[in-house]
């Protein structure tokens, strides 16, 4: 997690994960990359002039944005970039030259991102990237660091692969990883290949020398409510799920898009990666 990527639109959410990916750098020593796609829509909001008035602007904002990521960040390289496009497709694609990154957004929830990021664009940034997204509702602040970081398990190969990215985070917080195994057909092969899955996922945990603790939930109903009264009760401020697949739209259009709506903590959405090991 070397570079992170900060989607900026200017908004008090995208400010507000601005600071979260500098206290994530502050950590780590990553570099951090202040990303502002201009388009149509962002001008609305900013500037009403001319062109170069415009871009003029926003350099000055992104310019103080800078002062404050480095004033908190020391150790940070900080750099702002300015993208012409649609914000989607720039961030990720952006993200993607990028070696080892991470973008992180803030978003409004059931309304997506505010007007400059208008309806479902954060779901498409995170259906679109082919790198991890850190996704944060508004009003969820940075005031703590993270403690205890979720990662659900089912009975899929590819729901490991997270597991990874979960142990980057808690080595750089020295926070402790929850395993939590969730059943939902409740019948005996899904469970048996659900424990077999935190077997390997304790396994990675143990090589990683990092603190986690392994429970199994059988639920009814939607498997996102089921993740967030879950991760309510436990006090995570951190969830690392996973993109399924690229083809699963069911699971892209249900789970996701209710986790992204009502998740009350920092959300980490990892991209399949059929290429991945995910053996010890």
Request: net charge positive; charged share 20%.
């Amino acid at each position: 997690m070397k570079n992170i990527i900060v989607g900026i639109d200017f908004s008090e959410n995208s400010i507000n994960a601005m600071r979260h990916a500098t206290a994530i750098a502050l950590k780590n020593n990553a570099n951090l990359h202040l990303v502002w796609v201009k388009t149509p829509g962002v001008a609305k909001g900013l500037v009403k002039n001319n062109e170069s008035e415009f871009i003029k602007k926003a350099n000055e904002q992104l310019r103080n944005f800078i002062k404050i990521c480095k004033s908190e960040a020391i150790n940070s390289e900080v750099q702002s970039v300015i993208l012409e496009g649609i914000p989607y497709l720039e961030i990720p694609k952006y993200a993607a030259n990028l070696k080892d990154s991470t973008i992180v957004i803030g978003t409004h929830g059931v309304s997506g991102f505010v007007e400059t990021f208008a309806g479902s664009n954060a779901f498409k940034i995170v259906t679109a990237s082919k790198v991890p997204v850190l996704v944060l509702r508004e009003n969820i602040k940075i005031n703590r660091d993270l403690i205890e970081i979720l990662v659900p398990i089912d009975d899929s190969f590819e729901t490991l692969q997270k597991v990874r990215l979960a142990i980057d985070f808690a080595k750089i917080f020295s926070a402790k990883i929850c395993l939590a195994g969730f059943s939902t057909k409740g019948n005996k092969q899904e469970k048996y290949i659900v424990s077999i899955q935190l077997n390997h996922a304790e396994a990675m945990c143990q090589e990683a020398n990092v603190r986690y603790c392994t429970v199994k939930q059988d639920f009814k109903g939607f498997i996102a409510n089921a993740i967030v009264s879950f991760a309510s009760e436990k006090d995570v401020n951190l969830m690392c799920i996973m993109r399924e697949t690229d083809s699963d739209e069911v699971w892209l259009k249900s789970t996701t898009q209710q986790l992204l709506n009502s998740s009350p903590m920092p959300l980490v959405i990892f991209p399949n990666q059929k290429t991945l090991s995910v053996s010890k």
